[in-house]
T-cell receptor
Framework: TAGITQAPTSQILAAGRSMTLRCTQDMRHNAMYWYRQDLGLGLRLIHYSNTAGTTGKGEVPDGYSVSRANTDDFPLTLASAVPSQTSVYFC?????????????FGEGSRLTVL | AQTVTQSQPEMSVQEAETVTLSCTYDTSESDYYLFWYKQPPSRQMILVIRQEAYKQQNATENRFSVNFQKAAKSFSLKISDSQLGDAAMYFCAYRSLLRDMRFGAGTRLTVKP
């Protein structure tokens, strides 16, 4: 069972370049999320989507954009990368937004901005 | 705002012993859900255990159990009979019908053979 697939697994990017992290889920979940993980800070929400066609800002949205054209895909775009965006990025999904259930995570994408 | 605090950046335990990881949270809500996730070196986020705030009984999953103290806003994880495979980063998380999931900073657990 694939669950959530993220790509790429790892990437090194020059500052100022753009980058799209891909995320696809096969569980038909309504809600999807992007988190970034930084040492000492845990996971912080960047953007979310509670259903196809809608998106919202999380705790740390600046410098990132997302789209949700369909149920399965939720790409995260960095328009002009900066070194502070060096992090591990996790895509996650859940049946519903802000419900009682757990989040299901992808395996993460490690991004290094030089 | 809801915040989740894990005050122990690192913990260690001897194999076969018991260890408790601490978590406190701040909320004004009465109905919410608490989770412990495990992140081994593979980076995968794995759900260990969850607790509904309206349930008084502490959740258990095999060697993992929680001590949920709602009035104190405390949600600690106890790992019994620790195994080498338990070595990982552990994250406490909070979620509600009004709020997205929020995570603590994590506790890195080392298991000594």
């Amino acid at each position: 069972t694939a669950g959530i697939t993220q790509a790429p697994t790892s990437q090194i990017l020059a500052a100022g370049r753009s980058m799209t992290l891909r995320c696809t889920q096969d569980m038909r979940h309504n809600a999807m999320y992007w988190y970034r993980q930084d040492l000492g800070l845990g996971l912080r929400l960047i953007h979310y989507s509670n259903t196809a066609g809608t998106t919202g800002k999380g705790e740390v949205p600046d410098g990132y954009s997302v789209s949700r054209a369909n149920t399965d895909d939720f790409p995260l775009t960095l328009a002009s990368a900066v070194p502070s965006q060096t992090s591990v990025y996790f895509c996650a999904s859940s049946p519903d937004w802000r419900g009682p259930g757990e989040l299901f995570f992808g395996e993460g994408s490690r991004l290094t901005v030089l | 705002a809801q915040t989740v605090t894990q005050s122990q950046p690192e913990m260690s335990v001897q194999e076969a012993e018991t260890v408790t990881l601490s978590c406190t949270y701040d909320t004004s809500e009465s109905d919410y859900y608490l989770f412990w996730y495990k992140q081994p070196p593979s980076r995968q986020m794995i759900l260990v255990i969850r607790q509904e705030a309206y349930k008084q009984q502490n959740a258990t999953e095999n060697r993992f159990s929680v001590n949920f103290q709602k009035a104190a806003k405390s949600f600690s994880l106890k790992i019994s009979d620790s195994q080498l495979g338990d070595a990982a980063m552990y994250f406490c998380a909070y979620r509600s019908l009004l709020r997205d999931m929020r995570f603590g900073a994590g506790t890195r657990l080392t298991v000594k053979p």
